[in-house]
């Protein structure tokens, strides 16, 4: 007897290229005018929703106040700050992620302590770790092969990137690119080097560090990387297969669910 596999759904993220002005929503904000949460920024001045004003100040003068990354304790479990609005937290638990009230929540480890993270390239000695990771992190039927793996390190290394804490690998992303839009075994298992899609195939942090924000931060980190990449040029999109119950994980990336 075999168990049903969970259902699978399809994402996408559309490549928005850079300009001056960078958006930041949801970062609270102090400011000689008031307190309020950044709704854009340039190279000398955020622009601050005070909730009966919006006002541009110059950044000299303000003191950011974000805490997320910071560990919380809720009524219906703890998890890690990955959003907030000036009534709730958004918060990834266990297995989900909740929007819950303030007043209801307690910080119980300020994200504030030292780290060093990074993405960076893989290299060969860190094969056996990336191969750990991929059996620890997926069923046995879905896990790649340490073939694949090797085969996508070799023929697609400028997406195959290791996120590192203190120096220690703690996750890693590796995809390929296709021509055709269309994800299937067939465009997903050979890299097409003059593809216009980047296809996701692993997503993974070490189940030691998991719920602390980590996950998020390596997603967003791989996909600005890989959008202002010049190799990238072409990319219309970058795409991935997902559980339905992570969903929100890979929205809060930026990515959008098409099918």
Not at 67 to 84: C, L, M, P, R, Y
Not at 118 to 136: M, W
């Amino acid at each position: 007897i075999t168990q049903p596999r969970s259902p699978e759904v399809l994402l996408a993220l559309q490549p928005k290229r850079s300009n001056s002005k960078r958006k930041l929503y949801k970062t609270y904000i102090q400011t000689p005018l008031g307190n309020g949460y950044i709704v854009e920024e340039t190279d000398t001045h955020y622009t601050v929703d005070m909730g009966n004003m919006i006002a541009s100040v110059l950044k000299s003068q303000c003191n950011v106040e974000s805490e997320h990354g910071s560990f919380v304790e809720t009524s219906i479990g703890n998890g890690i700050i990955i959003d907030s609005t000036e009534e709730c937290y958004t918060i990834e638990m266990d297995g989900m992620i909740s929007s819950i009230i303030k007043t209801q929540c307690k910080i119980i480890k300020s994200k504030h302590r030292k780290e060093d993270t990074a993405l960076r390239d893989t290299f060969d000695e860190d094969l056996d770790r990336v191969y750990d990771l991929e059996i620890e992190g997926y069923p046995a039927d879905e896990a790649a092969t340490k073939e694949k793996l090797f085969y996508r390190f070799i023929f697609a290394k400028e997406y195959f990137k290791v996120f590192t804490l203190n120096g220690k690998v703690i996750g890693f992303i590796c995809g390929t690119k296709t021509g055709d839009s269309t994800l299937s075994d067939e465009t997903m298992s050979i890299h097409d080097k003059s593809g216009s899609h980047l296809c996701i195939h692993s997503v993974v942090i070490d189940r030691n560090h998991r719920r602390k924000g980590y996950g998020l931060q390596m997603m967003k980190l791989y996909v600005k990387e890989q959008i202002g990449a010049s190799y990238n040029s072409s990319l219309l999109s970058i795409r991935l297969i997902c559980k339905k119950h992570l969903i929100s994980f890979y929205s809060d990336a930026g990515f959008k669910l098409i099918g």
